[in-house]
């Protein structure tokens, strides 16, 4: 089955870096993303590491790209990356860079995902398992950068522009998935937990007219949602999250244990029935960027 895609080891860097799928005509002003999907991994970055082929993909969105195919057949474009995010940690700042981890950085300020591991070239996976022992170089964590980070964002900030040149806005669709445990240490904010988490960084990304419609697709395939807690946004909402400007973005984080078996990193049983569940949501989202959001965020 499609869904049961194994993870790709083996050469020295993923290539090529993202995939990006495009509609036969784009007709809405939705662009979607999954910058932690990827499951290429190089066999060097595997031979290297501490943790077994398992182990490491625990901070992988994985299969995330694939409950989101149907997004060209709803006239929007999907940026998926190829890196995992083990390699390259695309939802970070390019200068959020680890001097545990890489010889000769310096850390001038003190940022806590860098602290704890959590770079644009992390040092950990889930649960602060560390991925290697000792450092590498600089000329490699830049390289990886070059190949990896700097094509992805090029991209994503034109698929951006172009579709607030076409509609007049934009809306990015940053799609992920988290793990169930990441809901427990806030689990005194629910009454009900919820299945998605939808990140506008408290408004600060995304217009609230708009963060309203999202949530009212998600709720109307009969999903719990729930708004910025725990995960409210990282770097990628912070960029890109322009509201006076006409661009928009919200952060889907999906619970994981509704699709996939999240010891094995395998799909369950009934994958292809959540699949056809977030596929009518691709609809529904996909309909909000043929509405006029500019006059209400005026």
């Not at 940690?89 to 545990?100: I, S, V």
């Not at 009454?191 to 309203?212: E, K, M, N, Q, Y």
């Not at 309909?287 to 006029?292: A, L, S, Y």
């Amino acid at each position: 089955m499609k869904c049961c895609q194994k993870p790709q080891i083996g050469k020295p860097m993923p290539h090529p870096p993202f995939q990006l799928k495009t509609p036969a005509i784009r007709s809405t002003a939705v662009v979607f993303a999954a910058p932690h999907s990827g499951r290429d991994y190089p066999w060097d970055f595997i031979r290297d590491s501490e943790l077994d082929e398992v182990t490491i993909r625990s901070s992988e969105d994985a299969y995330i790209d694939l409950l989101f195919e149907a997004a060209p057949n709803a006239g929007a474009p999907f940026l998926i990356s190829n890196v995992p995010r083990a390699f390259v940690d695309l939802n970070r700042g390019a200068d959020e860079l680890d001097p545990a981890l890489i010889h000769g950085v310096r850390q001038v300020v003190v940022n806590p995902r860098v602290t704890s591991g959590l770079g644009v070239i992390p040092r950990v996976v889930a649960n602060g398992r560390a991925i290697r022992r000792g450092k590498i170089t600089l000329a490699e964590a830049q390289a990886r950068l070059e190949h990896s980070y700097f094509p992805y964002h090029h991209t994503l900030a034109r698929l951006l522009t172009e579709a607030r040149d076409l509609f007049g806005f934009s809306l990015l669709m940053d799609c992920h998935s988290m793990p169930r445990e990441a809901l427990t240490s806030t689990s005194y904010a629910f009454s009900t937990r919820p299945d998605v988490v939808l990140g506008d960084r408290f408004g600060a990304a995304c217009d609230p007219g708009i963060i309203a419609a999202v949530e009212a697709v998600f709720r109307a395939a009969g999903l719990r949602t729930a708004r910025n807690l725990p995960f409210a946004g990282a770097f990628v909402a912070q960029k890109y999250g322009k509201p006076k400007s006409h661009q928009h973005v919200v952060q889907i984080e999906i619970d994981r244990s509704l699709y996939m078996d999240e010891v094995l990193v395998e799909p369950r049983a009934d994958f292809a029935e959540f699949q056809a569940v977030i596929a009518q949501v691709v609809t529904g989202l996909a309909d909000i960027g043929r509405q006029d959001f500019r006059l209400a965020a005026q």
